[in-house]
Structure formats: structure tokens, C-alpha cells
């Protein structure tokens, strides 16, 4: 059966100073309700919008690391419709039609062995946002968010797999990570709807999925659900579903979602804003390393293998902390990348991947992992007790020389150290020194000794050198 | 009295009390006094902040009392329509939806207007939402003309034209959305502006078709208007859409504020806009005709000339009118501000149905109509259309302003009429709107000054002229306003 996926992602742009068209702060997170509204973002009478020309740069940057063409003009439209978080009862957006577009269109992105196509990026305003109280009947309303810039990025339905949608998701996360826009660990800095269809029959749309884990189990539901009912020959209607995280199911809007009409017509308070290959090419020049490029820099600089490289640079955070532990330990690259993609990702708490940071709940640092490295590269302690050592640390905080001494995990390798135990073994064990005369068995009984006294660290084999000799002098 | 102080234009009270030949006080009371006694009959205040107005006279005074330097329009009455906004005072728009509005803020205008030391006496009534050409559709009742006050004083500024014939203040504030400074300044026979699109903020003008309005000013003199433009005029940062020169070509320096001056301007070419002259009254065809002939000769060269493309103005404006309006006034669902009503219980599409209902006819049938013409479908056929017909009306605009240097044409086809002619006829009541939207099509600056009066009505001509032409117009306004000679005020 063929499977059609498309999505539609929302990314606030939370790099930004202030809202899309006022100077409140973008950041409203935390804030007491209304608190952070003006009477331009409240749409009060006779106000008028000011556009924020780095949100107008932002979107570029994105439309450009998406791939996608950029026009050499753009409008904004107004989006007509009645809601109550809609200050305004419209939203300023844009609108491909009449001879403009969106501020990216026709864009592609590879990810790994397939590539999906970008219908469009656009700039737009985030309504406000509905507090529903206890009671069905009470609702509240908080304007604060209301007029924070949104970038809508909108791709073909040319996904057929749950999982290629969780892959492309990563990448595009990393690449907005990465150009500096969006904080996308902030809640709901980044929302994604979806719509699923079978062998070419009607759409359905997937809203209110809260994770990125989550698009992918709403997915699978999807699909199952419309096999199902197609099996039985029931007929799929073109409609919006929820996704319900608690029982794990979509379940059909309580709203009836009739074909609205938006009365779409460009907006006249804002000029039409040139932007032309000057300004592409300026804005080319302002962007940040981009993941891909990021990647060929780390095959060149360190030598990383493609698929090390590759999982580093698919989550900016990993591929900054691997980088903050080069500077600080530069000589081993690619003992460091190994450490960090083998043994730290996999302390990694899967079910904390969606929060804040990925090492959210380790206490882990670079400097941690610069040590740890350093003390392999001096063979002060091998890579399983440097493994030991790291989920020791990740709970502590403590930093690896002195979680070694703590643990007394290092081999003791010194003759005199080893030399001082054994001539207390030989004053505590005489008759097994006697014996040992007789019996070659004994020399081993007296090594035994030894590692139990010193805890299994000293070098076994120096150790029974040195015992053998002591024999001989004995003799 | 003559030498009551009410009578006296701006220019002079300005310098009046610069010069303390009276004090601002004395002024200030002498208007509100002129207000309380004839405003039962005109009709033009929607709201008279007393207090305020007196208070700010009295510091006004101490200022010039220590030597301290006032402001340019300093102690001069303005009155300012209800749709632009003035920080802790009522903005009504005439309208139920906004009965008890206090905005938090101040318009750009209102807040140069205070730093030029005007005091606001009032709020101006209206056409509900400046949708209208007569101020019969406002919530407070209709305005009445100072010259006759069975009559229309014209809209939807009319409190701004009546209020300034009939001296209750110096000068005022409308908006021009169609007409709406120009038609109601005939109908009172006073000068009316509208500027040039973009040459003044909109911040804070309660707006109707954002594209097409720009706030307007009001005068008994051409100087007195253009000492308001003065003071208002420039680029705004609170609205991207001001600028202080011609699109298209180079800014130099931004942020600059123009400055006006009267100057003799020497060999005009006049053109006399042929279809606009034909289609009018012919008594007021004939009282423009003579006006030119005073003119003509002296320093100006005049000749009819063609503007093919009106025939599609009045289509093309009111469908981008509506459009825009109905947008713009979808705001109005009382849950952030309004009229008193409880929301509670109500599930929310309801709600708004119930209280958006408390709009007035003429709103209700723009909306309607707007809605319409931008629905799925339509859009191509109508507002697609409608943007069309302005290309071609500002092209053809363009190409007459590189022969003329004015375009003059009746301000309105047809004389000031009586209450309730026309408010059952809505397309009767649109057409007479025919003379002034060209102007605001192109986005040309336009002034309607006296020009003459038929039985005691007064009779008003247009003068257009080109992108960001204030100064010309302002100057050949000003020869036609001597040459003329049109003075006197209405006894009411």
C-alpha cells in the first residue's frame, strides 16, 4: 500500500530580540499572563505593524539552508479568520499566489540515502494562546505569545515511512540549531502537524503532536488505522485529527472543520520588501556553518570517520560539546568522539532526549571528557575502567583523576610500591616463604597475596617478577 | 462681537498669544464657551474635554509667562475626528463597538500636535468607522451644516469642516479615506487636505481601508492648513508606510520633516479635469468655470483636459475599501475592549455574532460586501480587478502631472442636500464620492477650498496635484483663495 506523508513544521524564532511586528520580547516563556503585550501585538485600534527586518533575515537564512529559492520580493497577506487568540481576527502571513511567494519555495533536503522537497518556508505571527480552565465553559486567554515570528516550513508528501519522517525531523532541527534562530528545545518553540493518506486517497491531518517521538508514534497509528479501515472497506474521510499523548491514539477534532475560506489579500500597512541577489548574497555571508559543512570540516580537522562524524553533527549540542573537549585535550580527536558517541550517548536517558538538553540529568562537562581521554592516552587507566569511571562521574560530577583515586582503580606499576608489599608479605607469611623453597605452586600463593593486599592494582606480572627474584636472593 | 476671540484663524492666535496680546486662557474659554452655546445645533463634538483643554492653557500661559519658547501651533484650538486616537480621552468612532474606548496611547499626530502646543478641545463626530459622506450614520446623530442646518454638513468628517465654519475651533483633524476631509470642507465651505499617501503617520488612526487613508487637515485658510501640516507632516517610525519623498526615487535622508511656506507661484499649467467639470451640477460646473476665468491670465495657463480611467474609480475604490475594511474591523469582537457585555456562557462564535451585531447598517453593509468580494472565487473577479483599474488610474494620473502642474475639479458633484436625501439609496449616496477618490486611488495630495455659494450653500473646488506636490498646491490654493475672496462665517 502506498503511504503519503507530508508535514508542516512551526519554528519560532526565538533568536530574536522581539516580536514579529512590536518591540515586546520574543522570550514570553515564564512570564505572568498579558504581561508581555503592547497595544500593537494586543491589535488594538489604530495600531499598525512594524516589521522586524532579522526575522525578514532569519527566514532567509532557513529558506537558504533549506535549499530553497528566495523571490526577489516578498508581501505579507492577511489570513482572515475568526479566533480567540487572533488579537486581530486575522494573521499576518504569507501567500503564494498573485505574483509573490513566501519567502522560500522549492527547496530539498537530503537525509542520508533520500531527499524530501520543501514546498514552501514562510514568515508569519504566532496567535496567542488559550488557557482552557476546569470547567468546559471557562477559558482563558494569554496574549503574551501572540506576535512571536514563526517560520512555517511545509514540505510535499513525499514521506512513506514513520521513521524517515523522525530522521528528516533531526536534520532539520540540527539545521535551524545551528544557523542560531530557534532554541529548539524550548517548549513548543517547534510544533509539527502532519497528514497521512493511503493509495492516494483523502488526507488526513494530524495536529497537537507535542515531540518529535511523538510524530512518529501518531504515524504509526495513522497508517494502522487507515489500513484498517480500508481492509474493511471503510471509506477514510478528509479530515483533522488529535493526537491524544495520554491514551496514544488520533481521535477526530471535536471542532467541525468546514473548508475555510481565509479571504487571503495582501497586507496594507506593509510595504513590499525588496530583497534581491545583494541581499541573498550578504545574508549568504552573515549565516553560520551549516551542519553539511560543519561534517566536512570534521572529516578534514580530525580526521573523524563519515559515520562518527555523521552522528555528531546530527545534534548540534553533541557536536559542540565534542568541540569544546578538542579545544580544551586537542590530541586525540577521535578517542574523544569515540568516547562520546559509544559510552556517554549511551547513558543518554532515552525518554529525557526530548527535553531541555540532551544531557539533562549528567553532570557531565568537557573538561570531563578531556581528562578521561588524556588519562587513557597515558595508559593511566584502560578504556573499560575509563567506561567505569564516566557513568561514575555522569552522576557525581566529579572530575575522573579523582573518581580514579576514589575507586584506588589504578594499576600499581611501581617496583618500590610493589617491592615495600611483598617484603611485608614475606615477614607475614614465613612458612609459605619456606615452602615456596620446595614448591613453585607457593610463588603463586604469595602473588595472590599480593593483589589481595593492594586491591587487584598492582601489575601482576611485574609482581611475580619481583617476587621470583626475592626467592632466588632468599636462597 | 467680531473681536470675540473665536473668530480669529489660527495663524493669528498663535501669534496672539506669542505675543500675549491675550492669554490662552482667555482663548481657550471663549472657545469652549462658543461650544457649549452652539454645539446643541451642529452637533460636531462627539466628546469637549473642558478640563483638559483649560488646564492645558493654563500652563501654556505660565510657560509664556517665565519667557519660556512655545510651540508653533501654541494655544491654538484643534479639534480631532473620534477615529484617531488621543491617550486617556474617548475614541468612539461613532460607534456602539467602541462607545466607552479610552486608548493607552496617543496617534503620532496627536503627540506632534501637543509637542506644536495645540489644545485638543474635542473629539469630532463622524460617519460610524468614517464609512459615509454625510455623518448620518454616526451613534451620537448626525452633524449639522453652519450654513444651514437642515443640511448635511457633508462626511465622514463632517464634525471636522462643521466645527471649524461654525468657530468652535481654529482648525481640525479629519481622515480621507474617499473624500472624507474634502466633501464634508465644501459642504461647510472650509479648506480641507488630504495629503499625499505616506506623508503623514497613521499611527493611531482607527483604520478603514489602510491603503487609501491618510489623515487630512482642516482650515478656514490655506495658511492655517498648512501650519497644521507643519506640524504633523514627516516620516514616522511607528508607520512604515510614511516617506518623505516621490517612490522610486533615491531617499536622501530619512526622518526629515517637510516644511511649508506659501511662495508666488508664477506661469501654473492648469488642468481642468473635463469628465469630473461635465459630470456635475451644472450650477456648480458654471461657478467653477467662472472661478478659473478670475485666474486665468494672470499667472496661470488652464486648459480641459481628460481622465479616461475615472469611469472605473468609484468601482475600483469602493471594492478596495470594503475589502480592506472588513478586515480591519474584524478586531471588533468585544473581548479585549468595546461596549459593556458579559462573555461568560457564551461559546465563543456565538458571542461574537451577538455583539458584532451592534454595528450600524452602513458598517454591517460594508463588511458584508468586502467579505464578499475577497471570498474564494471571487477575488480574481473583483478585488484582483479593482487593484487593476488603480494601476491604471495612478499611470494615467502620472502621465497628466507631467503636462500639468494641477488638476482642478469640483470638489463634489452635487450641492449640500438635506437630512435623510439620500440614506436609503446606498449607491446614490457612493456615487457622489466620484470627484474625491481619484486622489486617493493615486495617492496624490488633494485640497477642496470655497470657491463660491449657490442659495446659500456653499460650493467647494478641487485642486489635485502631484506625489508629495503640498507646496504647490498649497500655493496655488492660496492664489485662488485672494483672488476669490470668499470670507464671512455662517450665523447660526
Known amino acids: 500500500m ?42 488594538l485600534p489604530g495600531t499598525l505593524p512594524l516589521l522586524n527586518q532579522r526575522a525578514v533575515d532569519y527566514a532567509g537564512m532557513i529558506s537558504i539552508a533549506l535549499g530553497c529559492k528566495i523571490p526577489s520580493a516578498v508581501v505579507f497577506y492577511r489570513k482572515n479568520y ?25 527547496g530539498k533536503v537530503d537525509y542520508g540515502v533520500k531527499s524530501s522537497t520543501i514546498k514552501r518556508v514562510q514568515l508569519e505571527e504566532d496567535p496567542g494562546r488559550l488557557v482552557y480552565g476546569n470547567s468546559n465553559l471557562d477559558t482563558l486567554i494569554d496574549y503574551n505569545r501572540a506576535g512571536v515570528s514563526l517560520v512555517e516550513i511545509v514540505t510535499e508528501p513525499d514521506f512513506s515511512e514513520p521513521k524517515d519522517v523522525r530522521i528528516f525531523l533531526n536534520k532539520i532541527i540540527s539545521i535551524i540549531e545551528h544557523l542560531g534562530v530557534c532554541d529548539t528545545r524550548l517548549d513548543g518553540s517547534v510544533r509539527c502537524d502532519a497528514n497521512v493518506s493511503l493509495e492516494g486517497g483523502n488526507r488526513v491531518e494530524i495536529k497537537n503532536v507535542g515531540s518529535f517521538r511523538d510524530v512518529k508514534k501518531a504515524l504509526r497509528y495513522e497508517i494502522t488505522r487507515q489500513k484498517t479501515m480500508s481492509v474493511r472497506d471503510i471509506e477514510i474521510k478528509s479530515e483533522t485529527r488529535h493526537w491524544d499523548d ?20 495582501p497586507e496594507p500597512d506593509i510595504p513590499t520588501i525588496v530583497l534581491g541577489d545583494d541581499y541573498i548574497s550578504s545574508l549568504k555571508t552573515k549565516m553560520p556553518e551549516l551542519p553539511h559543512e560543519r561534517k566536512t570540516r570534521f572529516l578534514r580537522v580530525y580526521g573523524l570517520s563519515d559515520h562518527v562524524a555523521q552522528v555528531l553533527i546530527d545534534n548540534k549540542e553533541l557536536a559542540d560539546f565534542f568541540e569544546s573537549t578538542v579545544k580544551i585535550y586537542p590530541s586525540s580527536p577521535n578517542e574523544i568522539a569515540n568516547l562520546i558517541i559509544s559510552d556517554l550517548l549511551g547513558l543518554i536517558d532515552d525518554s529525557k532526549k526530548e527535553q531541555r538538553s540532551i544531557f539533562s540529568g549528567l553532570r557531565i562537562d568537557a573538561k570531563h571528557i578531556a581528562e578521561l581521554v588524556r588519562m587513557i592516552d597515558q595508559n593511566v587507566i584502560n578504556r573499560n575502567i575509563a567506561k567505569m569511571i564516566l557513568s561514575q562521574i555522569t552522576k557525581t560530577g566529579e572530575m575522573p583523576s579523582y573518581a580514579l583515586d576514589k575507586m584506588n582503580a589504578s594499576v600499581i606499576d611501581s617496583k618500590d610500591v610493589i617491592s615495600e608489599t611483598i617484603e611485608s608479605i614475606f615477614k607475614s607469611e614465613t612458612s609459605a616463604v619456606k615452602d615456596a623453597k620446595q614448591n613453585p605452586n607457593a610463588a603463586n600463593f604469595l602473588l595472590g597475596k599480593v593483589m589481595q593486599l593492594t586491591g587487584g592494582r598492582a601489575d601482576p606480572k611485574i609482581a611475580l617478577k619481583l617476587i621470583k627474584i626475592k626467592l632466588a636472593v632468599l636462597e | 462681537m467680531e473681536n470675540n476671540l473665536y473668530h480669529l484663524n489660527a495663524e493669528q492666535v498663535a501669534s496672539g498669544i506669542k505675543n500675549r496680546d491675550f492669554s490662552a486662557v482667555e482663548y481657550i474659554s471663549q472657545i469652549l464657551e462658543r461650544i457649549e452655546k452652539i454645539d446643541v445645533k451642529i452637533n460636531a463634538f462627539v466628546t469637549v ?63 506632534k500636535l501637543k509637542e506644536n502646543d495645540a489644545i485638543i478641545v474635542g473629539k469630532l463626530n463622524l460617519d460610524e468607522f468614517a464609512m459615509g459622506s454625510t455623518t448620518e450614520f454616526s451613534r451620537f446623530g448626525p452633524t449639522r451644516n453652519p450654513w444651514n442646518i437642515n443640511y448635511v454638513a457633508g462626511g465622514s468628517s463632517g464634525g471636522s469642516a462643521a466645527s471649524v465654519a461654525a468657530l468652535e475651533c481654529a482648525i481640525s483633524l479629519g481622515s480621507d479615506t474617499g473624500g472624507s476631509v474634502r466633501c464634508p470642507a465644501s459642504f461647510c465651505s472650509v479648506v480641507g487636505l488630504k495629503p499625499t499617501y505616506g506623508c503623514v503617520s497613521r499611527y493611531g488612526l482607527i483604520s478603514y481601508s489602510n491603503s487609501l487613508e491618510q489623515i487630512g487637515t482642516v482650515g478656514r485658510t490655506v495658511t492655517d492648513v498648512m501650519l497644521i501640516m507643519n506640524a504633523i507632516a514627516g516620516e514616522d517610525a511607528n508607520d512604515q508606510t510614511t ?119 452602513e458598517v454591517k453593509r460594508r463588511i458584508i460586501i468586502g467579505s464578499y468580494v475577497l471570498s474564494a472565487g471571487y477575488y480574481g473577479k473583483y478585488y484582483l480587478r479593482a487593484q487593476k483599474a488603480r494601476e491604471m488610474i495612478k499611470r494615467e494620473i502620472k502621465s497628466l502631472f507631467e503636462k500639468y502642474d494641477v488638476l482642478i475639479s469640483p470638489t463634489m458633484p452635487i450641492l449640500p442636500f438635506k437630512f435623510g436625501e439620500k440614506i436609503d439609496d446606498p449607491l446614490k449616496m457612493y456615487q457622489i464620492d466620484i470627484d474625491t477618490v481619484v486622489a486617493n486611488l493615486a495617492g496624490i ?26 507646496q504647490t498646491l498649497f500655493d496655488v490654493a492660496s492664489s485662488f483663495e485672494s483672488t476669490i475672496d470668499i470670507h464671512g462665517s455662517p450665523k447660526i
Open chain 1, 2 to 43: 502506498e503511504i503519503k506523508i507530508g508535514l508542516e513544521l512551526h519554528c519560532q524564532l526565538t533568536g530574536l530580540q522581539s516580536k514579529l511586528f512590536c518591540p515586546c520580547r520574543c522570550d514570553y516563556r515564564g512570564m505572568s499572563p498579558n504581561t508581555n503585550i503592547c497595544p500593537i501585538c494586543s491589535g
Open chain 2, 243 to 361: 516617506r518623505t519623498t516621490v517612490p522610486g526615487t533615491k531617499t536622501t535622508s530619512r526622518g526629515q520633516t517637510p516644511k511649508y511656506s506659501l511662495q508666488n507661484k508664477r506661469n501654473i499649467r492648469v488642468g481642468l479635469v473635463k469628465e469630473l467639470v461635465e459630470g456635475a451640477d451644472p450650477l456648480i460646473s458654471k461657478c467653477i468655470h467662472s472661478a478659473m476665468d478670475l485666474l486665468v491670465g494672470s499667472d496661470c495657463k488652464c486648459e480641459e483636459t481628460s481622465l479616461k480611467s475615472v469611469q472605473y474609480a468609484l468601482a475600483s475604490y469602493y471594492t478596495i475599501a470594503m475589502a480592506e475594511a472588513t478586515s480591519n474591523l474584524s478586531r471588533y469582537d468585544n473581548i479585549r475592549y468595546g461596549f459593556d457585555s458579559n462573555p461568560e456562557e457564551y461559546e465563543w462564535n456565538t458571542y461574537f455574532t451577538k455583539v458584532r451585531s451592534n454595528f450600524g447598517e
Open chain 1, 82 to 106: 475568526f479566533y480567540p487568540d487572533l488579537p486581530k481576527n486575522f494573521q499576518i502571513t504569507q501567500y503564494n499566489a498573485y505574483g509573490f511567494t513566501s519567502i522560500g519555495v522549492e
Open chain 2, 49 to 111: 474635554d473642558n478640563e483638559g483643554a483649560i488646564e492645558k492653557a493654563r500652563s501654556l500661559d505660565k510657560r509664556i509667562q517665565h519667557g519660556e519658547s512655545i510651540g508653533g501651533l501654541g494655544g491654538v484650538a484643534i479639534g480631532v475626528k473620534d477615529n484617531i486616537c488621543t491617550k486617556n480621552l474617548k475614541t468612539t468612532c461613532a460607534s456602539r463597538m467602541l462607545e466607552e474606548y479610552i486608548p493607552p496611547y496617543d496617534a503620532t499626530v496627536i503627540k
Open chain 1, 246 to 265: 495520554a491514551r496514544s491514539i488520533t481521535k477526530q477534532s471535536r471542532k467541525k472543520e468546514e473548508e475555510e475560506d481565509y479571504r487571503y489579500f
Open chain 2, 445 to 470: 495630495p488633494a485640497i477642496s477650498i470655497p470657491v463660491g455659494f449657490n442659495d446659500g450653500l456653499p460650493i467647494g473646488l478641487q485642486i489635485m496635484a502631484n506625489q508629495m506636490g503640498e
